[in-house]
């Protein structure tokens, strides 16, 4: 194919043969081998990213923060007071931090990017004549491609046939309000304002229609747009602004303790001032959390990594926070509850009550009356229902395998299809025999679906309609009955009525059918093409009901108890009847009987206090519009809950834009809802909502469990140089700075990377959500870190470094400041510290759950962080470059035994009071 160099507007203007000579294509679509040449040739249809800043921008923002600075600071000074070796040191920490945190953000960026690649848009195109589902970015120009309301338009178009579509082109107008589209061209004011043609980036809110695309990816106008104004907002959620705030608190405050410190060392101990600021360094590198910006990121970002393992995919880092704080999920019963396997199950008459055999998506059944198979020929009124209900009917089934066919559509509406072939009736030659003239599209203020056939032998129109029973009652005025029409009374819609409730009390879905004849007369047109919802929909003669079920999932009954467990309430919100509402709900545990159910009529007469009021209890909103669920979240959320809302629809767009968290349907949900949503559920699926809170939970626990873990080393860190400044020198340095440099980025890191790798702590559903004003740094982290962890470390460092001096003689003499002793004695102190560590890592894996119980080598990571650590000191102690280095020296055999012994009473001793607190908390 050429690329045509006419203009959108010309090619709309083209008649419609021409326009497919122009495109080299016809009505039937293009076959695969011309797409995929046209794909080489034009590219994917795809808006290519461009990004904000460049790389070489994000990997100096690592080296200009405000430890950052301190550092260079820092080392400058020390190479100019004559310490060159720490000065590089000094140095090598930035570079090696700047580095680290850089390649974990290049590392969460593409994690999110992999994700992004793992949420399709799909198009049904006509390929090789017959329609198939495509990946959007394999649409290609000349392709002719079908539009509901929903979909997300993947490109420039123009319209060949449409029915009542109305398209939200506020992505380019800015004009809130939903265009027109016809297939006849007619110019309107303004740009993209031609009827005929839809744009790429814009939304079908209404009906269906019929296109071929003519410009993709790039070449669309909004593809041209893109190409000036993108830019990529990066957005800094409620987590990573405390976390922000704590580095600069923690930050302060080093610098702080250090200028106290350098000041006490020049007028209390006095030192040289090259000397003082030396020793107020390492009481600043010994405060300052290096690595822990880094390290969250790259805790957010393996969270989302492994929510999506489990049929959960998060857009955006943020969102993790807040799924640990959901109060309230407010969501869908079909498919989401249940399985969406919706199997018709009996066939309601005036006359009869026919049972319909086999499950699922596939033909293996009958329909059968008092247990034997049914001729539709012996019944006409059963072949009338069954024929509405396949040809009415916009879904397609494609076998894929025999258990597992692909639905390009509804489940309930396959339900209607399987049911025409468990019934002996051929699909296709069906819909030759009656073939469809116009149709009047489902949408959520009608409940119904109207489509308008010819019939055989030239027998006239006829007009087939299904939906709910409420709306098709009130415009039916004949009942058909033993294969004749005859006027509705009142005792018939009572009877109708009656049988319906029945089945909603079992939990079953029914719908009504209906139809008209197209004889002109009662208000109808002359001609089928000028028929419109008001002048077709009325006078119908109803024909009887289909009844559905959809099981719950089996895996909903655990997940509604895990919820019920963390205090998270789950309020269903259904267009469903409330009596299958509240059958539903009641099975499953969501809620008891004595449930208050409100339908969409009492909704809507509702107001905002009332509502507030009621969602505080237990309640089901049944019937309701999908637009109304926007009120529902708002009001949650006034009474302070973080809501959860689930949706697939147009409609459901605002609800998933205010809730805290929007929840997308990936298999049913529409585009619309999808690029609202904050998270897509590639599976449906309850349970996965809940596994996506769990694991919320557990990426925030485990953040709090590396805090802990790198702040606890800082109080061993300071105690020598307090011991150092209070004894006015006498107690030389214990610890010198080159060695804390190596706990901090040397021996701590890979132990602390470890900790984000830990699995959800057995109990973590148990616990009540976090408050939203709830602190990663609260006052339980603070006092382990520095009056359990930290005072115990220091207990033991402190006591290693006068035991090597008391074998050399103290306290008969003086403790050594220089020499061999005193290099044994900083050995000592700098391992007693890393085999404390060794003991917090192990320590840190639980907040209350004895660490035996979930595994003590469970964490494969974390072991080969306490590997590498006792490897490293073990170099740092015999490698002679790195003894002159970090002022380090080899250790007697006796001297192992005693560190290797340290972890384990004070794993034994955080054991202990572990069980202390789970004895209270079970009080």
């Excluded at 046939?161 to 016809?182: M, P, R």
């Excluded at 049929?311 to 799924?323: D, Q, Y």
């Excluded at 409730?501 to 208000?523: C, E, H, K, T, V």
């Excluded at 997940?559 to 467990?565: F, L, Q």
Aim: aromatic letters at 6%; charged letters at 15%; one cysteine or more.
């Amino acid at each position: 194919m050429t690329k045509s160099k006419l203009t959108t507007d010309q090619l709309a203007k083209q008649p419609v043969e021409q326009f497919y000579q122009t495109l080299q294509t016809d009505q039937n679509g293009l076959n695969d081998d011309a797409a995929e040449l046209r794909l080489k040739a034009v590219g994917p249809n795809t808006i290519q990213q461009t990004q904000s800043r460049s790389q070489f921008k994000a990997f100096i923002k690592n080296f200009t923060s405000l430890m950052a600075l301190l550092l260079w600071v820092s080392g400058l000074i020390a190479m100019f007071t004559g310490m060159l070796e720490l000065g590089i040191a000094i140095w090598a920490v930035n570079l090696i931090n700047g580095c680290f945190s850089y390649w974990q953000e290049h590392a969460a960026q593409k994690a999110t990017d992999s994700l992004k690649k793992m949420l399709p848009t799909y198009t049904h195109v006509r390929r090789n004549g017959v329609t198939k589902q495509i990946d959007a970015t394999e649409l290609v120009p000349g392709d002719v491609f079908t539009i509901q309301a929903g979909n997300s338009i993947s490109a420039d178009a123009r319209i060949i046939a449409a029915t009542a579509l109305q398209v939200d082109e506020s992505a380019l107008t800015g004009e809130s309000v939903a265009v027109d589209k016809v297939p006849a061209y007619q110019k309107g004011a303004g740009k993209f304002a031609e009827q005929n043609v839809v744009y790429a980036g814009t939304v079908a809110v209404n009906g269906t229609a019929t296109a071929v695309a003519m410009q993709t990816g790039m070449q669309t106008e909004f593809g041209q747009i893109a190409t000036l104004t993108q830019h990529q907002k990066n957005t800094v959620s409620p987590l990573t602004a405390e976390l922000n705030r704590l580095t600069r608190q923690i930050s302060l405050i080093a610098i702080m303790i250090g200028l106290i410190f350098f000041v006490a060392a020049i007028f209390f101990v006095h030192y040289p001032v090259a000397k003082s600021f030396v020793f107020a360094l390492g009481m600043i590198v010994a405060f300052i959390p290096e690595g822990l910006l880094p390290t969250v990121t790259l805790s957010l970002a393996q969270g989302v990594t492994r929510m999506s393992k489990k049929h959960a995919l998060v857009k955006e880092l943020s969102s993790v926070e807040t799924l640990g704080e959901t109060t309230v999920i407010c969501s869908d019963k079909t498919g989401t509850l249940t399985q969406n396997q919706m199997t018709i199950n009996h066939v309601w008459l005036p006359d009869h009550e026919y049972t319909v055999s086999g499950e699922g998506y596939v033909n293996n059944g009958q329909i059968q009356l008092d247990q034997q198979p049914v001729h539709l020929a012996d019944h006409p009124a059963l072949a009338t229902i069954v024929r509405v209900a396949a040809l009415d009917n916009d879904t397609e089934i494609q076998a894929e395998n025999s258990t597992k066919p692909k639905i390009i559509g509804t489940p309930t509406e396959a339900a209607h299809l399987v049911l025409a072939q468990k019934s002996g009736l051929d699909l296709n030659q069906l819909r030759q025999r009656y073939p469809r003239v116009q149709e009047l599209p489902f949408d959520s203020d009608r409940k119904r679906m109207t489509t308008i056939h010819t019939q055989p032998n030239n027998a006239g129109a006829i007009i087939y309609v299904k939906g709910a029973l409420d709306g098709i009652l009130a415009i039916s005025d004949q009942l058909l009955e033993n294969g004749h029409a005859r006027p509705i009374t009142a005792a018939d819609i009572t009877k109708i009525n009656a049988a319906n409730q029945r089945y909603a009390a079992q939990g079953l879905r029914s719908m009504a059918i209906a139809y008209r004849n197209f004889d002109g007369s009662q208000g109808l047109p002359a001609d089928t093409a000028d028929c419109t919802i008001q002048n077709t929909e009325q006078h119908l003669t109803f024909v009887g009901l289909t009844v559905m079920a959809d099981p719950p999932r089996p895996e909903i009954y655990d997940a509604v108890d895990k919820c019920h467990r963390a205090n998270i309430r789950i309020i269903m919100v259904t267009g469903d009847s409330p009596l299958t509402a509240k059958s539903i709900a009641v099975k499953i545990g969501i809620d008891s009987e004595q449930v208050r159910v409100i339908t969409g009529d009492e909704l809507a007469k509702m107001s905002d206090s009332k509502l507030q009021a009621a969602v505080k209890g237990e309640v089901i909103f049944a019937r309701v519009a999908p637009e109304q669920k926007y009120r529902i979240v708002k009001a949650n959320q006034h009474n302070g809950e973080i809501v959860a809302s689930t949706g697939d629809g147009v409609n459901d767009a605002p609800a998933l834009k205010q809730a805290d968290i929007g929840i997308a349907m990936g298999v049913t949900g529409t585009d619309v809802a999808k690029d609202a949503a904050d998270m897509i559920l590639t599976d449906d699926n309850f349970a996965s909502i809940v596994a996506a809170i769990e694991e919320g939970r557990t990426v925030y626990s485990n953040l709090q469990k590396f805090l802990l873990y790198i702040l606890n080393s800082n109080v061993p860190e300071a105690i020598p140089s307090v011991l150092f400044l209070f004894s006015r020198g006498l107690i030389p340095l214990p610890l010198t700075v080159m060695q804390i440099l190596t706990v901090d980025l040397g021996t701590d890191m890979l132990p602390a990377l470890g900790l984000e790798a830990e699995k959800s702590e057995p109990g973590i559903m148990d616990q009540p959500p976090r408050a939203r004003t709830a602190h990663l740094l609260n006052k339980s982290i603070i006092w382990k870190a520095f009056g359990w962890y930290g005072m115990v470390a220091s207990l033991l460092s402190t006591v290693a470094y006068f035991f090597v001096n008391y074998l050399h003689g103290w306290p008969h003499v003086a403790l050594a400041a220089t020499g061999n002793v005193y290099v044994m004695a900083t050995t000592m102190t700098l391992a007693a510290i890393v085999f404390c560590q060794i003991a917090a890592a192990i320590n840190c894996r639980t907040q209350v759950t004895s660490v035996f119980k979930i595994g003590l080598f469970s964490n494969h990571r974390i072991w080969f962080g306490i590997g590498f650590e006792i490897i490293l000191i073990a170099l740092l102690m015999y490698v002679p470059v790195l003894q002159g280095l970090f002022n380090t020296t080899g250790i007697a055999g006796r001297d192992w035994t005693l560190l290797f012994c340290i972890p384990i009473p004070l794993v034994l001793i955080e054991e202990l009071r572990k069980a202390v607190v789970r004895h209270q908390i079970a009080k």
